[in-house]
């Protein structure tokens, strides 16, 4: 099912668990590696909720498609062994999905997506509409934003090939994105191992702890991760307008009460990075444990039979020799 999601001429949209998806990639993952991850971005719904999630740019050298990750909780309560938890709290079972994102989704292009010509001209979107004629609605206006930050000379830089992209005016806040380099290339298999990270951190939805907030801080910590701290690639990450609104809820309130911590998917990541290491690491000792338990067996065992073969030895040549010293 991962390859049909990431087949760009399979035109049906459906949804896969990012557990299943995960699977699929890992049963193969030689022939997903050609699956490399160009970009991520962050964004927040336009609601009271403030629902966050990621959009992800997949490329394999000919075809281009968009996937969306997010994590909702499904009905189900959670395991909550090992964890205190106030009564306050909504443990479930999360629901962490990945699905395509198409420009026609809901009847719009990519959330926030703006690609613009050097020389000041139309954006693509403007002139995929222009080209279909007059009939934009009221409600078509505004969907694509000028790019408006930034200093003349990084405009006039803007390029079809290097997109800019700002909030999504009808439905989403664009809070960041950042591109991948070309080498070492992040591949889907990459994505995946973030993905069963997070997976092993947080089984459970947490409303106050590890909702949709946490897990897309989760995931861009994990990229920052592996590309900057283990590759040693710098990334080129971009803030967007909004990037404050990010781990608040939405509507009026959202400047009240802030769900997530800014460190805290991080901080979560680190510990559970820590706390495998230390794992690994008694697991090795236990094996070593193991194997010098049974070199030691072996080494008693040898032992033990050498001196059985000796025994058997003297009491078969003793009779002889005693019988020839006698005569």
Not at 136 to 153: A, I, Q, Y
Not at 154 to 174: G, N, P, V
Not at 201 to 219: D, E, H, I, K, V
Request: glycine share 6%; charged share 35%.
């Amino acid at each position: 099912m991962a390859a049909t999601l990431l087949d760009a001429s399979f035109k049906d949209d459906f949804c896969l668990s990012v557990d299943s998806f995960d699977k699929d990639v890992q049963s193969n993952p030689d022939f997903y590696r050609r699956y490399r991850l160009t970009k991520a971005t962050h964004y927040k719904e336009k609601t009271y909720v403030g629902h966050e999630y990621i959009i992800l740019d997949i490329s394999d050298g000919k075809h281009f498609l968009q996937l969306r990750t997010e994590r909702r909780p499904t009905t189900r309560k959670g395991e909550t062994v090992g964890k205190a938890v106030s009564s306050s709290d909504y443990v479930r079972v999360t629901d962490d999905s990945i699905s395509r994102w198409r420009p026609s989704d809901a009847g719009k292009p990519p959330k926030g997506s703006v690609r613009s010509s050097s020389k000041g001209g139309k954006s693509l979107n403007e002139k995929a509409q222009s080209s279909k004629g007059k009939d934009k609605t009221s409600s078509d206006k505004g969907l694509w934003r000028k790019v408006t930050n930034g200093t003349p000379k990084e405009k006039r830089a803007l390029s079809l090939d290097d997109e800019k992209l700002s909030e999504d005016e009808e439905t989403a806040y664009l809070i960041q994105f950042l591109r991948c380099p070309a080498v070492p290339a992040f591949t889907v298999v990459d994505i995946c191992q973030i993905f069963h990270d997070i997976s092993a951190m947080s089984p459970n939805y947490r409303l106050l702890s590890q909702q949709c907030y946490w897990f897309c801080g989760a995931f861009i910590d994990g990229l920052k991760l592996r590309l900057e701290d283990e590759l040693k690639v710098t990334l080129q990450i971009t803030e967007g307008r909004h990037y404050d609104r990010r781990g608040k809820t939405g509507g009026v309130f959202r400047n009240l009460f802030q769900v997530l911590k800014d460190e805290q998917p991080r901080s979560d990541m680190e510990i559970f990075n820590k706390k495998l290491e230390k794992d690994r690491t008694e697991e090795k000792e236990r094996e070593l444990d193991e194997v010098e338990d049974i070199f030691n067996q072996a080494v008693k065992y040898q032992t033990w039979t050498k001196a059985q073969a000796e025994e058997e030895a003297r009491r078969a040549i003793g009779p002889i020799l005693f019988g020839t010293h006698k005569s």
